[in-house]
Structures are given as C-alpha cells and as structure tokens.
C-alpha cells in the first residue's frame, strides 16, 4: 500500500513537472513560426525581394511580409514544406472577419493558402490588408534596384 502511494506521488509531481515547463506543449510551439525562419525562407523563395515587414497570424499558421517593392508576400506551413507566394491583389478576395480582428483570404485557384486568418489586434488584420490594396497601385518591375548604403 505504501509503495502504491508513493508510485501515486511520483506519477503527479512528473505531471506537474512536464505541465510546468511547457514540455507537453512543445511540440505545438515548434509547428508555429518565427519571424526569422519566414525571413530566411521567404528569402529563399524570392531573393531579390526585401522585406520590410512581417506579421504572423494569431495562432502562427500564416505570415504575411510588406517587400520592399510595395507589393505583398505570404508564407504558410504545409507539413514539412514552406509556401511562399507574392500576393496579386488582382487575384486575391479579402473580407473582413465580424470582430474586426481577422481576414477572410481566398487566393482563387491556390486553395492551400486561401482560409480565415485571426490576428492579436484589429491594427495587424488592418496593416495586412493595406499591404495586400496597396500592391493595386505598385507595378512590379524586375528590374528595381534596392538603394546601396555604402
């Protein structure tokens, strides 16, 4: 009886020990992103495209990158594979959530990135779909050079 208590007790600190430190949830954190793997992989995908802003979704499925050109990028997780796509606005439906604090996304003929996008603030959902209208009025040339600094 004695070792059945202490069998018991040992069970319960290592629950509380795992809950603690988070080791439970951990592999939920690593299917999230950062900002700097959506950099580097965006970079990848596109180099000769600079990023001037990243914002991450809510629950971390989608990020979305104001370039410097003016146009606007988004990447999303796909198991183990990165999308990265360069938003046509021409092709792109945005509708806003009824909190405000997301966007309705449909990508017309990409469905693996369309879907319904909650972010932290009202701003964010608001920032992210300027980025998308903005890229209306930006033609993009390939031929852009980014300044030099040096």
Not at 87 to 97: E, L, Y
Request: glycine share 10%; hydrophobic share 50%; charged share 20%.
């Amino acid at each position: 009886m004695v070792l059945l208590l202490w069998l018991v007790i040992i069970v319960a600190v290592l629950i509380f020990f795992f809950w603690t430190t988070g080791l439970v949830k951990q592999g939920e954190a690593n299917e999230r992103f950062d900002a700097g793997l959506a950099i580097v992989e965006f970079g990848r995908a596109y180099p000769n495209e600079a990023i001037r802003n990243v914002i991450i979704s809510a629950d971390g499925e989608m990020v979305f990158m104001r370039l410097w050109t003016g146009l606007a990028g988004c990447m999303r997780r796909n198991g183990s594979r990165f999308l990265c796509h360069l938003i046509d606005p021409a092709v792109v439906r945005v509708t806003p959530t009824a909190d405000g604090k997301g966007l309705a996304l449909d990508f017309g003929g990409f469905k693996a990135l369309s879907g319904t996008f909650e972010f932290r603030t009202q701003r964010e959902a608001a920032e992210v779909s300027l980025w998308i209208l903005g890229s209306f009025t930006v033609k993009p040339e390939h031929d852009m050079h980014m300044p030099s600094h040096a």
